[in-house]
């Protein structure tokens, strides 16, 4: 078998699966007459993904793809094999979540169960040109990938030693020194500011499980949802969820969501290392159009920002002079500023006031306690 070993904490379920070791069965659906794929809206504003269920007691990958395809989806189904099966382990609660995306055929248009209005069927042309055209937002990218390995293979059966094996380990982030003179890493020296010890870790995680399930990563329809909840404004969600997605891939894992409520944590300290970590979200929240810059309008929105913060005079002129002056701080000779820039004045303490930004309005140790 293919076998791909990922170290990236993203993973998610519904927080009462974790209570024991659990088996679930992902359902890709190809309709034969024109080779069209089934998805379903799960939830509402949640987003599209693939059919899902769970194994009952007795059962094995296909005889459990045939009942959940054939009560659920389609009246005639036919299983082609396994693409891919999927471990989650967590070391601290020794719970364990296993993942089999089958493949299914059928040559039924029926969905029973289903209203219409909640099922597509989408070649994979059309779920490509959507995703790119944000005009479908999947819970995660898995089944554009599922898509187009089965593509690539070519063939209607698929052989179970050509499934790709996915193993997520879920190690907290710990943040004690093992010896004098080792050194904490960037990471560790942020959630060791913000006071994120293992149970906090462990409580975050099963929170990401719950909101994110049946999918592995968070997307952004699922983000609003929850920094929402924790009383941020819709208006500011998308910034938010920019600066948590480092690697603009439109959906953050658990780890990134880890780190970027450690840099909001209200406790975390805004200096040292923890500083430049909270400055880079910082300024990934203010660059919206994502150039690697912020823009003369941009910086002027984090001025803004300090201003009514510090109960400032936000009105435009007063932000517009004050924006001015304090672009002069980083030496730039563009309209432009650089993350190096803005990082190097705010180390130098030549530009104050980022330690007000970036902010939740509770600690997090406050919203685990009372579920928010």
């Not at 069209?36 to 059919?51: A, E, S």
């Not at 690539?152 to 059966?157: E, W």
Request: proline share 2%.
């Amino acid at each position: 078998m293919a076998a791909v070993k990922r170290d990236q904490m993203g993973s998610c379920h519904n927080q009462t699966i974790w209570n024991h070791n659990s088996e679930h069965i992902i359902l890709l659906i190809r309709r034969e007459t024109d080779r069209r794929y089934c998805f379903l809206n799960h939830g509402i504003n949640k987003g599209w993904w693939m059919p899902f269920g769970y194994l009952q007691n007795g059962e094995n990958f296909r005889s459990a793809a045939v009942r959940l395809a054939t009560q659920r989806f389609c009246n005639k189904a036919t299983v082609r094999g396994l693409l891919a099966l999927h471990f989650t382990t967590h070391p601290i609660s020794l719970h364990r979540r296993s993942l089999f995306t089958v493949l299914i055929t059928t040559h039924d248009d029926a969905t029973s169960g289903c209203e219409e209005k909640n099922v597509r069927w989408l070649t994979s042309e059309e779920l490509y040109a959507q995703y790119e055209e944000r005009k479908l937002f999947l819970l995660s990218p898995d089944p554009m990938e599922l898509i187009k390995q089965l593509e690539q293979q070519n063939t209607n059966d698929i052989k179970c030693s050509a499934a790709t094996i996915l193993e997520d380990v879920l190690e907290p982030i710990e943040t004690e020194k093992c010896e004098s003179g080792v050194h904490l890493s960037s990471e560790q020296e942020l959630i060791l500011a913000s006071k994120l010890g293992k149970r906090e870790q462990e409580l975050l995680f099963t929170e990401f499980m719950d909101l994110c399930h049946p999918a592995t990563v968070m997307n952004h329809a699922v983000f609003a949802k929850l920094f929402t909840r924790k009383g941020i404004t819709g208006d500011k969600v998308a910034n938010y969820f920019r600066a948590f997605d480092i690697d603009c891939h439109h959906y953050i894992t658990y780890k990134q969501f880890l780190l970027g409520l450690a840099a909001m944590e209200p406790s975390t300290q805004h200096g040292g290392i923890s500083a430049e970590q909270r400055c880079r979200y910082i300024f990934r929240y203010y660059d919206e159009d994502q150039d690697g810059l912020l823009q003369f309008e941009e910086f002027k929105c984090l001025i803004r920002d300090i201003r009514q913060l510090k109960n400032l005079p936000t009105v435009e002129e007063e932000v517009e002079q004050e924006a001015l002056s304090s672009a002069k701080v980083f030496g730039t000779q563009s309209s432009a500023l650089l993350l190096t820039e803005f990082l190097t004045a705010v180390g130098q303490l030549k530009f104050r006031g980022t330690s007000l930004l970036f902010r939740l309005p509770q600690s997090i140790s406050y919203y685990l306690k009372h579920n928010k």
